[in-house]
């Protein structure tokens, strides 16, 4: 993924690509990405013999759904259930997805995959990357401050592409920070445990991420 492309708190590395898959395998149960992967440490032990290729493309698919819902314009009479990526609100949307994620998408369901695996996946990062008590504070890191952690590269040749994609990702970024600095700030911008009960994940459940202490 790349994340000039999603909102601020889906930034994070979907590490995997097609090269670390053998075709007609699936990854090996004891594979240590299902711990260093963020994404595929939200898939609990007991499907990771169905972790295929296939299984792995529409598990990405949907994030991309929780991505569509959060852009979701809200109506002009305020914030609206559509908007937020619940449960819910995330399987309807992938009902939007294009074509060519269906088939990807209907494996990943059909061999015991979950919308819920990823909305877990986002609000426990949303967590992770909050200001202390709560994570190490990288979201604001990034979006709260000067993008002087972004520094201009040289051109990679004559046409200069390489210093434009650099400028494009700048420019982006600014459009994020300006959007995240906006905001009002609420008293409930915090209570990151009623967020993840009012989107639909039971707090008597174990969610990810899991260990691989199998």
Not at 114 to 121: G, I, L, M, S
Not at 141 to 153: E, F, H, M, R, V
Request: proline residues 10%; hydrophobic residues 35%.
């Amino acid at each position: 993924m790349d994340d000039v492309l999603y909102p601020g708190r889906l930034c994070y590395p979907m590490a995997p690509d097609e090269g670390i898959f053998i075709p007609f395998k699936p990854l090996p149960r004891d594979s240590p990405l299902f711990t260093t992967d963020i994404p595929l440490s939200f898939i609990p032990p007991y499907l990771r013999d169905a972790v295929f290729k296939t299984f792995y493309r529409g598990y990405d698919a949907t994030f991309l759904a929780v991505s569509f819902v959060l852009k979701s314009p809200p109506p002009k009479s305020g914030w609206s259930p559509s908007c937020i990526p619940s449960i819910r609100a995330v399987q309807t949307m992938t009902l939007d997805l294009h074509y060519h994620l269906v088939g990807a998408l209907n494996t990943f369901l059909g061999k015991g995959g979950h919308v819920a695996f990823t909305v877990d996946c986002v609000t426990r990062q949303a967590v992770n990357t909050a200001l202390a008590p709560f994570g190490d504070g990288s979201f604001d890191a990034k979006y709260g401050a000067s993008p002087s952690n972004l520094k201009p590269q040289d051109a990679s040749g004559e046409d200069g592409s390489t210093q434009r994609q650099n400028d494009w990702r700048v420019e982006i970024l600014e459009g994020h920070r300006a959007a995240w600095n906006e905001l009002p700030v609420c008293n409930n911008d915090v209570k990151f445990e009623l967020l993840r009960e009012k989107v639909g994940l039971d707090p008597n459940t174990i969610w990810g991420p899991y260990s691989n202490n199998l």
